[in-house]
Nanobody, 118 residues
Framework: QVQLVESGGGSVQAGGSLRLSCAAFGSAWRSYCMAWFRQVPGKEREEVATIDSNGSTTYADSVKGRFTISKESDKNTLYLQMHSLKPEDTAMYYC????????????WGQGTQVTVSS
């Protein structure tokens, strides 16, 4: 069993930065593929970035070069560093864990809101 708790969301002006954190409870998460998703009301949840157990990362085209996903296993924490934020980055951001790295999320956090004003 893995529990995920996000923090770090907030309101920021366009061009600003935020760092999201996801505290993971349950050591099994260290072998999982982890990801950040985001969702705007009325739209499907979008995968933003992923990181596997070896530290390999992937990013959505819309955030490449601006967002960085990372993790600190000894602190049981996943991060999403976001720079050069745009109003279109406004969304609820969710931390997710995929135990088999097949794209099927087993565990979701409760979400943290990011609002970027122009």
């Amino acid at each position: 069993q893995v529990q995920l708790v996000e923090s770090g969301g907030g309101s920021v002006q366009a061009g600003g930065s935020l760092r999201l954190s996801c505290a993971a409870f349950g050591s099994a998460w260290r072998s999982y593929c982890m990801a950040w998703f985001r969702q705007v009301p009325g739209k499907e949840r979008e995968e933003v970035a992923t990181i596997d157990s070896n530290g390999s990362t992937t990013y959505a085209d819309s955030v490449k070069g601006r967002f960085t996903i990372s993790k600190e296993s000894d602190k049981n924490t996943l991060y999403l560093q976001m720079h050069s934020l745009k109003p279109e980055d406004t969304a609820m951001y969710y931390c997710a864990a995929d135990s088999t790295c097949t794209g099927r999320v087993n565990y979701w956090g409760q979400g943290t809101q990011v609002t970027v004003s122009s």
